[in-house]
């Protein structure tokens, strides 16, 4: 049976926290599937988990890049059944770690329930050990989960107008 590991937070981290583990993982000879919700644009990880043999990405189709708060209502309904429909993905990949990037993001903005999604942790941990990252703690999450880290911002470039780096911040 895998344990359950949250990081979430306003903090910078929470997806560097989950990959490092995936890279630790994956240097340990572990099968590892790396599942991101609601991120569509290019970004170093993607790039370098794919050349691990080891190591899938599963991102949902999009027609946009833009962010949920950007997108008109059927952009953003498209947007939600895409994300419900990669948890489903998520759950029948084979792996020892699944990496459930932005999962908690997903959940509160409407893609599935927290039901849903603890359902789909519980099913996965019995094969696997499960990492969740997002901005919120969800309750029914806290409680199963094994490790729980919270970020928490104090400092942030972006809060001066520095805008996000390739190779830093994705």
Same mark, same amino acid.
């Given at each position: !049976?895998?344990?359950?590991?949250?990081?979430?937070?306003?903090?910078?981290?929470?997806?560097? #926290?989950? +990959?490092?583990?995936?890279? =630790?993982?994956?240097?340990?000879? !572990? *099968?590892?599937?790396?599942?991101? /919700?609601?991120?569509?644009? @290019?970004?170093?990880?993607?790039? &370098?988990?794919?050349? /691990?043999?080891? &190591?899938?990405?599963?991102?949902?189709?999009?027609?946009?890049?833009?962010?949920?708060?950007?997108?008109? #209502?059927?952009? *953003?309904?498209?947007?939600?059944?895409? %994300? =419900?429909? +990669?948890? %489903? =993905?998520?759950?029948? %990949? @084979?792996?020892?770690?699944?990496?459930?990037?932005?999962?908690?993001?997903?959940?509160?903005?409407?893609? /599935?329930?927290? #039901?849903?999604? &603890?359902?789909?942790?519980?099913?996965?941990?019995? *094969?696997?050990?499960?990492?969740?990252?997002?901005?919120?703690?969800?309750?029914?999450?806290?409680?199963?989960?094994?490790?729980?880290?919270? !970020? %928490?911002?104090?400092?942030? @470039?972006?809060?001066?107008?520095?805008? &996000? *780096?390739?190779?830093?911040?994705?």
């Amino acid at each position: !049976m895998g344990l359950v590991h949250i990081y979430f937070g306003d903090g910078k981290g929470k997806t560097t #926290a989950a +990959l490092g583990l995936a890279l =630790r993982a994956l240097g340990d000879g !572990m *099968r590892v599937c790396v599942c991101q /919700f609601l991120k569509f644009a @290019p970004s170093g990880e993607v790039d &370098a988990f794919a050349r /691990f043999e080891n &190591a899938s990405v599963l991102r949902a189709e999009s027609t946009t890049d833009k962010f949920l708060w950007q997108m008109d #209502a059927k952009e *953003r309904a498209d947007c939600l059944a895409g %994300q =419900r429909a +990669l948890l %489903q =993905r998520a759950v029948a %990949q @084979p792996a020892g770690l699944l990496v459930l990037d932005e999962a908690l993001s997903a959940c509160q903005a409407g893609a /599935f329930c927290e #039901a849903e999604l &603890a359902a789909a942790v519980e099913a996965l941990r019995k *094969r696997a050990e499960v990492v969740l990252t997002g901005h919120a703690a969800l309750e029914a999450l806290l409680s199963r989960a094994d490790y729980i880290t919270h !970020m %928490q911002k104090l400092r942030h @470039p972006y809060d001066v107008g520095v805008s &996000a *780096r390739r190779g830093i911040e994705y």
